[in-house]
């Protein structure tokens, strides 16, 4: 049988390996006293057989007890330790019966480190074979032999059980010593996954961003950058309005840019209104904008999902209606709902058949991060309309 395996049951067979040496001392001492204090047979037997149980000491320091504390034990050289400790403790107690109480110390390493055939041999050996061998030597009375072979089917039965314990919470120290390896690769592992959930779910965020404020933004450039060139011979007023506008967008989207890095409220909120940020996000699309409602603050989180939401519908509007489409927006607040609306009056599409981008799955996962739904209305030639309701905390009545 091997020790506990593991980092933790090897450092409880350790703190525990104390034990065992008082223990094998008190049985080594207790053993010494007995075969020299005993009465018979004469004193130079009885000194010839507690000489041959000295060596066990510096036997097991030396040996013994580092081939126990490995973590397997060296079973070969575990056995080698077996056969020198039996070939001193078997004359002796073939000499001295006293002696046999030392089969307390010897039988328990050979659960600890044989295989359970094994370890039965080298028991039975242990316990029956000094009884054989003084029986022979001595020849004592059969009453004596009676009661020395009782005591020794005793001790083997007490043996056998000892060691069976012994084996079970050693198969249960590896049983734990696994499981806790277990558990902590388990653990390990939820970490890692959970560290790859969190960078994908923000590298998720960071794309929305990008896509719903620098894109747009972008996209609105070069539509403004068109309008321009088609303007700029026959209409001088109007493209410089909409070289403005190219200066005020390039401005937006470079405090948007800030914005993301620093991690901040989006610019057009950081120092305006809901209403006042679509507003200004209005009349650089050309769209209409209604409010509706008792307008109040309200958390972050509703009012950057709404302008997001506003942001991108305006784009997809402009480039899916075309520039000439009418584009509205309407912010309605409620008691405990706010609603964006936008509506364009281009040329419609079927949204069941639109997959892939992060157009309209940005926009329904916006909503749903806030509790909240994203709801798209069209048909071919009927234009669109996106709305989206937020939940938020009711209006405080006035005492």
Excluded at 25 to 46: C, E, H, K, M, Y
Excluded at 240 to 247: G, K, S, V
């Amino acid at each position: 049988m091997n020790a506990p395996g593991g980092a933790t049951g090897t450092d409880a067979w350790d703190r525990s390996f104390l034990l065992w040496d008082t223990y094998f001392a008190l049985i080594w001492l207790a053993t010494l006293v007995f075969v020299l204090g005993t009465d018979q047979p004469g004193w130079s037997v009885r000194v010839a057989a507690a000489g041959l149980l000295v060596p066990l000491v510096p036997l097991y320091v030396w040996f013994g007890r580092p081939i126990l504390r490995g973590d397997p034990p060296d079973e070969r050289r575990a056995v080698g330790y077996l056969v020198a400790e039996m070939a001193l403790f078997l004359p002796s107690a073939v000499l001295v019966g006293e002696t046999r109480l030392m089969g307390f110390a010897l039988v328990p390493p050979c659960f600890m480190v044989l295989r359970l055939r094994w370890a039965l041999i080298a028991v039975t050996v242990i316990n029956i074979a000094p009884v054989i061998g003084w029986a022979l030597l001595w020849w004592p009375s059969a009453q004596d032999v009676f009661f020395n072979s009782v005591f020794a089917v005793v001790t083997l039965v007490f043996s056998v059980a000892l060691g069976s314990w012994i084996i079970r919470i050693i198969d249960q120290s590896q049983e734990r010593a696994e499981l806790i390896a277990e558990l902590a690769a388990s653990r390990h592992e939820v970490s890692r996954l959970s560290s790859a959930h969190g960078a994908l779910a923000e590298r998720e965020r960071m794309a929305r961003e990008i896509h719903d404020t620098l894109a747009q933004g972008f996209t609105s450039l070069l539509m403004l950058v068109q309008a321009v060139e088609a303007e700029l011979d026959d209409d001088p007023a109007q493209a410089r309005r909409h070289l403005a506008l190219m200066d005020e967008t390039a401005r937006q989207n470079l405090a948007e840019a800030r914005a993301l890095v620093a991690g901040g409220t989006p610019a057009d909120l950081a120092d305006a209104s809901l209403p006042d940020a679509l507003r200004r996000l209005a009349a650089r699309q050309d769209a209409t904008l209604e409010v509706t409602g008792a307008v109040r603050a309200l958390p972050a989180g509703p009012e950057v999902v709404a302008l997001r939401t506003c942001q991108e519908a305006l784009a997809n509007a402009r480039k899916h209606a075309g520039s000439s489409a009418t584009v509205s927006l309407t912010l309605g607040y409620a008691d405990e709902t706010l609603t964006v609306s936008v509506r364009d009056d281009g040329c419609g599409f079927d949204p069941g058949a639109v997959s892939g981008g992060y157009g309209l799955a940005g926009l329904r996962a916006r909503a749903a991060e806030v509790g909240g739904t994203a709801l798209v209305h069209s048909a071919p030639g009927d234009g669109t309309t996106v709305t989206v309701l937020l939940p938020v905390a009711p209006r405080r009545s006035a005492r």
